[in-house]
């Protein structure tokens, strides 16, 4: 549904202000630090309705790294920042600064943006004054980015007419679904770098696939490659190759960091994500980041341990790697696990049917009578909870989304419609309809005693 918005700009024009204007965190801690004010890479914003992801270029570069070093050597940094933003996003924003005015870095990085063709916008940050546009501003014209917008981040003016550009520059929300437009299914294939993306995709492919064009601001699009199995197509959309492919590991960048925002586009535009974790090294922050990231779109999921013919094992090997991975991921444990190997192929068809299952469920349509059935029976089996008297009442239950399927129930008063209560629903549900590999959602409303 959401496509995705990068920041880039210098550091301290408030890249990282924007970034909490946008996506509405209300704590934003101020500091003239750079990089003080961020704590997150990316998050998910809202404009009139439309929903999509927003990266902050600088939160990567800055997020665990040296703040003294923010300032040494930035060019080549900004350059590699907006690299990965040309890689990932659909719309750019370059946020300048009226204060410090037009710089060469940010001349510098306009024609690296400019020649990418991809849709970009101007942000003139710091202009906290309505209506005094100094003649500075009018500098920013020279970008050759077209009008720039005069905002305050942290006033928040001129970030409306910001967004509303924002919003006509996205593709249109179907778009980013492959699958309704080529109808087969996309798949992600996710995961830290080293964990064996490319050996999977090659593996798949049955070839060592020609290596993807040194060309900066080659399109993602040709890292897809489609395969046939069974006589059923697949598109497999590879995050690894976009980061042989780019300057960015030259720049001495945090490739784990520049891998996470890869990542993230990927899983956008997929119908399943793959995610994949490597057996030698175990769960690690950065799959939980990715992985959370699927789970916060809904997306369908399958976990894949690879390597696993590098582990050594018993009977009980699997079991116990299971088990722990299952506490690892206990926030999205309706994800299935599958060990396999990318060098020797073991399990890969499990690895495809995992897909197609997952992806059948999270597309799944269920009629609203047998939900209200459903309905009838669970709350007639565990009556619903109560408060000092007042007894919460589930009227209706319908289907209002697939991808992942969501479910609106009507209630007396949400208050009384206790999280415990929504679990054992959404387990009912799981149960009856036969969706235990997909996220699901259930959104309560209220309506008026009947
Ligand atoms: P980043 O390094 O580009 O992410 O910049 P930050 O968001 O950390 O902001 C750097 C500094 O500029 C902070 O002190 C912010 O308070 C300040 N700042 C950001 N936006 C504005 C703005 O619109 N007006 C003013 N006056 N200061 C701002
Ligand atoms: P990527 O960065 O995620 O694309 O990882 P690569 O596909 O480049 O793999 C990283 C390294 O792990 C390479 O040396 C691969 O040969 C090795 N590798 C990948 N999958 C497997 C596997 O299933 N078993 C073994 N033994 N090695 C693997």
């Not at 208050?415 to 549900?429: M, T």
Request: hydrophobic share 35%.
């Amino acid at each position: 549904m959401s496509g995705i918005v990068a920041i880039v700009g210098r550091p301290n024009v408030g890249k990282s202000t924007l970034f909490n204007k946008i996506t509405g965190r209300r704590t934003a801690i101020v500091d003239d630090t750079p990089g003080v004010t961020r704590d997150r890479i990316y998050g998910t914003a809202d404009w009139n309705g439309r929903e999509f992801t927003l990266i902050d270029t600088g939160g990567i570069e800055y997020g665990q790294q040296d703040e003294a070093c923010a300032y040494k050597d930035f060019l080549p940094k900004m350059r590699a920042q907006a690299q990965v933003a040309i890689d990932s996003a659909d719309v750019i924003i370059l946020v300048t600064d009226i204060r410090s005015g037009l710089t060469a870095s940010d001349s510098d990085v306009a024609s690296l943006l400019l020649k990418s063709g991809k849709p970009v916008l101007l942000c003139v940050n710091k202009c906290d004054n309505l209506g005094d546009n100094s003649p500075e501003f009018y500098e920013f014209y020279n970008l050759g980015l077209g009008e720039p917008f005069a905002v305050s981040s942290v006033h928040g003016h001129g970030t409306g007419d910001l967004l509303d550009e924002v919003i006509k520059m996205l593709p249109p929300a179907e778009e980013n679904q492959l699958s309704t437009v080529n109808c087969q299914l996309s798949i992600a294939i996710v995961g830290k770098p080293n964990s064996g993306k490319s050996s999977l995709v090659n593996k798949i492919a049955g070839e060592e696939r020609a290596i993807v064009s040194d060309i900066a601001g080659t399109t993602r699009d040709a890292l897809d490659t489609t395969i046939e199995r069974d006589g059923e197509k697949f598109t497999i959309i590879d995050t690894a190759g976009l980061r042989r492919k780019s300057k960015v590991r030259k720049a001495g960048e945090d490739v784990e960091h520049y891998s996470i925002v890869r990542a993230l586009g990927a899983v956008d535009r997929c119908d399943v994500a793959v995610i994949m974790i490597d057996a030698t090294e175990g769960f690690t922050e950065q799959d939980s980041k990715i992985a959370g990231y699927a789970h916060e779109k809904g997306k369908a999921c399958v976990i894949a341990v690879n390597k696993w013919d590098l582990i050594e094992k018993d009977d009980k090997t699997m079991g116990e790697f299971r088990k722990k991975l299952e506490i690892d991921f206990s926030f999205m444990s309706y994800a299935p696990i599958v060990f396999i190997s990318a060098l020797t192929g073991q399990r890969i068809d499990k690895l495809f049917e995992l897909c197609k299952v997952t992806f059948e469920q999270n597309t799944t349509r269920i009629g609203t009578g047998k939900l209200n059935d459903l309905l009838g029976y669970a709350t007639s089996r565990v009556q619903p909870p109560s408060d000092r008297g007042k007894r919460c009442k589930l009227y209706y239950i319908t289907q209002a989304d697939t991808k992942p399927p969501t479910f609106v129930i009507f209630c007396n008063k949400i208050d009384l419609f206790h999280f415990s209560y929504q679990r054992y629903i959404e387990n009912q549900i799981r149960e009856a309809f036969g969706l235990d590999k997909t996220p699901i959602k259930i959104i309560a409303r209220e309506r008026g005693e009947s």
